[in-house]
Structure formats: C-alpha cells, structure tokens
Nanobody
Framework: HVQLVESGGGSVQTGGSLKLSCKRS??????MAWFRQSPGKEREGVAR???????SYADSVKGRFTISHDDAKNMLYLDMNSLDVSDTAVYYC?????????????WGQGTQVTVS
C-alpha cells in the first residue's frame, strides 16, 4: 500500500524559489503528480509524470516549475521558481493509475506554500 509524504513547503517572497519533495513508500508504475489547492478553489493539477515518463505542466506554471523523480530513492520533486502570489496554495503529491484528478487515489498530507 503506497504512502506519500510531502516536504519542503514554506513562505517565500514574490520571485523566490522553493523545492518540494515527495517520498513514496514503495515503488510503483503509477502516474505521479503535483496538485495544489487554494482556499475556495478546486484542487488543480500542476505537473505530472506518467508511467511512461511523459511530463506535462499546467499552463500557469510552464517555464517556472520543473517536476522530476528519482526512482532509486522513491522520490518526486517539484522545483518552483519565479513564484507569484497566485502560487500560494497547499501542494499535494498524488499517485494513481492515470494522471487526471479523478484517477488519483493516493494523496500525501499536503504542504503549504505561501508567496507574499
């Protein structure tokens, strides 16, 4: 049974950078992805890696965020640069058979990112 634990959130000024990490308890061929949710808004996909290693990003973060993984360490990462106030949210690591939100069945506890 796969478990996910995020870390690396925090507070940063506009234009700053943060790196999020997600530790996966066991190996899998699931899609791994980062989502975020702001107060009053629906959870949205940010970046994802399919089981074929295909990477995609939300338009709002393209060119600023980079998703990567280290399967040997069971780790998923999200490098976030040029952060904006609009990036403030709780960021979640998710895993599922497919990368769309409805197929994500395993979630981490979330980590808060605050940009001011």
């Amino acid at each position: 049974h796969v478990q996910l634990v995020e870390s690396g959130g925090g507070s940063v000024q506009t234009g700053g950078s943060l790196k999020l990490s997600c530790k996966r308890s066991s190996g899998s061929t699931y899609c791994m992805a980062w989502f975020r949710q702001s107060p009053g808004k629906e959870r949205e996909g940010v970046a994802r890696i399919g089981d074929d290693s295909t990477i995609s990003y939300a338009d709002s973060v393209k060119g600023r965020f980079t998703i990567s993984h280290d399967d040997a360490k069971n780790m998923l990462y999200l490098d976030m640069n040029s952060l904006d106030v609009s990036d403030t949210a709780v960021y979640y690591c998710g895993a599922g058979q497919y990368c769309s939100l409805s197929y994500i069945t395993i979630w981490g506890q979330g980590t808060q990112v605050t940009v001011s």
